[in-house]
T-cell receptor, first 110, second 113 residues
């Protein structure tokens, strides 16, 4: 079955810096890769997603890249703000159930 | 539009007791998923309903867990009898169709003492 690895587990940056979170997946049949943000005590919320027919997608300060050959996908956050502090989860799926990475705790210091 | 709701938000029970968690998906969403996050680890899939039918229950840990979705609306997840390792946050998610965004509920934090 699918296996997703996520790095780093924690990431501390200064406000205004960029943050990059990387994930790898194992199943070449996976074709949908969402990223969820979970703030403390709140529900996971989708912030961006990418499908396997696209290499890059951008939404304001957030971008995701996908390398199908290497089975890598990454989340890029530019001009980080304190409100970006949260746990970020990557996920992969080809058959509806989401397989998640272990999460990255991002801390943005003012 | 109301999002996915879950009840209760927290539950503390003793080992051997029974607990039932409830999930109300977004109206009109045929797909309903249960996931669980145990103590700082990844969010793990438990099972998937399409309407009232179990599409995939490969993630259910053992037969102490029973999920139902009678009538294809809300779903319940019963743990009987609960064990210490069942502690965690149980999330429900729903989606309109296969391959679409899954909307998560706020989760139920289950603590088994």
């Amino acid at each position: 079955g699918e296996n997703v690895e996520q790095h780093p587990s924690t990431l501390s940056v200064q406000e205004g810096d960029s943050a990059v979170i990387k994930c790898t997946y194992s199943d070449s049949a996976s074709n949908y890769f969402p990223w969820y943000k979970q703030e403390l005590g709140k529900r996971p919320q989708l912030i961006i997603d990418i499908r396997s027919n696209v290499g890059e997608k951008k939404d304001q300060r957030i971008a995701v890249t996908l390398n199908k050959t290497a089975k890598h996908f990454s989340l890029h956050i530019t001009e980080t703000q304190p409100e970006d502090s949260a746990v970020y989860f990557c996920a992969a799926t080809g058959f509806q159930k989401l397989v998640f990475g272990t999460g990255t705790r991002l801390l943005v210091s003012p | 539009e109301a999002g996915v709701t879950q009840f209760p938000s927290h539950s503390v029970i003793e080992k051997g007791q029974t607990v039932t968690l409830r999930c109300d998906p977004i109206s009109g969403h045929d797909n309903l998923y249960w996931y669980r996050r145990v103590m700082g680890k990844e969010i793990k899939f438990l099972l998937h309903f399409v309407k009232e039918s179990k599409q995939d229950e490969s993630g259910m840990p053992n037969n102490r867990f029973l999920a139902e979705r009678t009538g294809g609306t809300y779903s319940t997840l019963k743990v009987q009898p609960a064990e210490l390792e069942d502690s965690g946050v149980y999330f429900c998610a729903s989606s309109q169709g296969g391959g679409n965004e899954q909307f998560f509920g706020p989760g139920t934090r289950l603590t088994v003492l």
